[in-house]
């Protein structure tokens, strides 16, 4: 498990970071605005274990919206909004703060697809712009002991949870 902060194009890609001995690959992907928890694994099973929608494997993201978010909002991305030609998978959501003075929310979404920019594309289909999107957790595993730039290797029970779903 690494935590990551943003990588820009024609900087380190994330397999670069991490210096181990096998060929690893990621598992999913943030794009360069995303910061948080990516796996890298050698593993191809576990890769289409994790990101298949089949297997309901678990994103949370912590987002931080301009404006603030209504309790009607909420239920539209509770239920599934339309993005472009599909309906977004039920998210699960809770408001984490709102901030009249700044006109700021922080809610956390969790989802399973994680399709290309997803939680960008729910939160802009009701009306509000995403500031800063974090992914916090995978499946059961988070990266609040990890530093932006650490890493971790995932203990065997994390594994073979995650393969059991």
């Not at 397999?15 to 943030?30: A, N, Q, W």
Request: aromatic share 4%; charged share 35%.
């Amino acid at each position: 498990m690494l935590q990551l902060q943003k990588i820009n194009f024609g900087r380190n890609a994330v397999v670069d970071l991490v210096k181990v001995p096998e060929k690893v690959l990621p598992v999913g992907r943030l794009d360069m605005y995303t910061s948080g928890a990516i796996i890298l694994t050698n593993d191809g099973e576990f890769i289409y274990k994790i990101t298949h929608p089949k297997y309901e494997i678990e994103k949370t993201y912590n987002v931080t919206l301009k404006g603030i978010i209504s309790s009607k909002e909420i239920e539209e991305l509770k239920n599934g909004v339309k993005i472009e030609d599909y309906i977004s998978g039920k998210a699960k959501v809770r408001i984490l703060k709102l901030d009249k003075e700044r006109n700021l929310s922080r809610i956390e979404i969790t989802i399973h697809e994680g399709k290309n920019r997803e939680v960008r594309k729910m939160c802009n289909a009701i009306g509000k712009k995403v500031l800063a999107l974090h992914r916090s957790r995978i499946g059961d595993i988070d990266v609040k002991d990890l530093k932006i730039g650490e890493w971790r290797l995932l203990k065997e029970k994390e594994v073979e949870k995650l393969m059991k779903n």
